[in-house]
């Protein structure tokens, strides 16, 4: 399996303020996504990171409050952008379709980044 | 309707008892099924993955899908406190996104 590694793990920020999170995995996947957990809820899909160019967000999400960064088959951000309690959540990322290491469809999670707003 | 539909529990078993989770789902494109352990503050572990229709089994654990009644399950078997856990089932059309289950949070009682 991949491993994926997040930072910062965990934060508490200002209203007002941005967090960039960033994703690392350990070798090169084909797609990487943006998951938002709130408490005690499933997984709810941001966007799909894609390589070069500009991010594909689902339906309530948008550019300006998520704007997400994929440089390279094994990196990327995602920047909560003027942050309100309501961003309060754990961020999650994503990684499937490995180059090399697993299978085009398995998807493997980075621990997460805990979110909370004051 | 949720595209993927699981029960959120909670659930509580002794140990040592087979524990069955499950989920259905309304769209008849899915053809990968996979289910994920996420222990309380950390990431979704991938357990099991499977695709299209059939059972595959992993030591004490047994994912079955079936396409047909668009349903698909787990089952732990010798179920230990170790195993207490929220399990999520999720499937995808392909290499593409993931859609979650609400999550079945697990309690196994020594």
């Known amino acids: 399996s991949a491993v994926i590694s997040q930072k910062p793990s965990r934060d508490i920020c200002q209203r007002g303020t941005s967090l960039t999170i960033q994703c690392q995995v350990d070798?090169?996947?084909?797609?990487m996504f943006w998951y938002r957990q709130q408490p005690g809820q499933s997984l709810t899909l941001i966007a799909t990171?894609?390589?070069?160019?500009?991010?594909?967000?689902e339906s309530g999400f948008v550019i300006d409050k998520f704007p997400i960064s994929r440089p390279n088959l094994t990196f990327s951000t995602l920047t909560v952008s003027n942050m309100s309690p309501e961003d309060s959540s754990i961020y999650l990322c994503?990684?499937?379709?490995?180059?090399?290491?697993?299978?085009?469809?398995?998807?493997?999670f980075g621990q997460g980044t805990r979110l909370t707003v004051v | 309707q949720k595209e993927v539909e699981q029960d959120p529990g909670p659930l509580s078993v002794p140990e040592g008892a087979i524990v069955s989770l499950n989920c259905t789902y309304s769209?008849?494109?899915?053809?990968?099924f996979m289910w994920y352990r996420q222990y309380s503050r950390k990431g979704p572990e991938l357990l099991m993955y499977?695709?299209?229709?059939g059972n595959k089994e992993d030591g004490r654990f047994t994912a079955q899908v079936d396409k047909s009644s668009k349903y698909i399950s787990l089952f732990i078997r010798d179920s230990q406190p170790s195993d207490s856990a929220t399990y999520l089932c999720?499937?995808?059309?392909?290499?593409?996104?993931?859609?979650f289950g609400q999550g079945t949070r697990l309690t196994i009682n020594p």
């Open positions: 994503s990684g499937t379709g490995g180059v090399v290491k697993f299978a085009d469809t398995e998807a493997f």
């Open positions: 070798s090169q996947v084909t797609m």
């Open positions: 990171a894609n390589q070069g160019s500009e991010a594909t967000y």
């Open positions: 769209n008849s494109a899915f053809q990968y």
């Open positions: 499977t695709y299209s229709s």
């Open positions: 999720a499937m995808s059309e392909g290499a593409q996104k993931l859609v």
